[in-house]
């Protein structure tokens, strides 16, 4: 997979701080501010967190999951796309069967968890239903954000993980406030 246009990459060794620092602050100024959306985003859901307060002391494992994986698949696929070795149809349809085999793992682990620690049927459910939804989405965000990066000439070991990280992150709230207040409140 050929690019015809030549990139700077960040590189420890050959580059200067100031490059360094203009490379990668533009991705970190977009996770601020996905961040800080996401935090608004979380807010609007007060009242079902305090009727159900459970649910707050599993997003950090939801989200943690859902990055983790999403974090593996583009590592993986910025070292191939680095060897010329990607076959994008390929790559994600593996990506998507892992997404899906590990989302079913970890989503029965995790509901298995808060059913034990909460003995609410209606958590489990949520919890185990939204990680499998946020880390089957992981790798399939992973792949494409790593290959647009990649295909507009930026270089993808340094925005991959921000932008992946911040779409990933508000996707995983999004589906697991969406899961939680239909479950909830049905």
């Known amino acids: ?3 015809p246009k030549e990139e700077l990459l960040a590189n420890d060794e050959t580059e200067g701080l100031g490059t360094l620092f203009r490379l990668r602050l533009p991705w970190l100024v977009i996770g601020l501010i996905g961040g800080a959306l996401i935090a608004y985003f979380i807010s609007r859901y007060e ?16 989200v943690y999951l859902s990055d983790a994986v999403g974090t593996q698949t583009e590592a993986i696929m910025i070292r191939n796309l680095a060897r010329g070795r990607v076959k994008l149809a390929t790559y994600l349809s593996k990506e998507i069967a892992l997404g899906l085999i590990f989302g079913g793992l970890f989503g029965s682990a995790t509901g298995i968890i808060a059913l034990v620690m909460f ?12 990680t499998l939804a946020t880390i089957a989405s992981a790798t399939v965000v992973a792949t494409i954000s790593t290959f647009l990066i990649y295909q507009e000439h930026q270089d993808p070991a340094v925005g991959a ?5 911040i779409i990933q992150d508000a996707i995983a709230i999004l589906i697991y ?6 479950t909830i409140f049905s």
């Open 119 to 130: 003995n609410q049927a209606d958590t489990a459910w949520t919890v185990a239903t939204a």
């Open 177 to 182: 406030f969406g899961i939680a207040s239909w």
């Open 161 to 165: 993980g921000p932008l992946t990280t």
């Open 47 to 62: 009242s079902l967190l305090a009727e159900r307060v459970s649910l707050a002391y599993f997003i950090p494992v939801i």
């Open 1 to 3: 997979m050929e690019r």
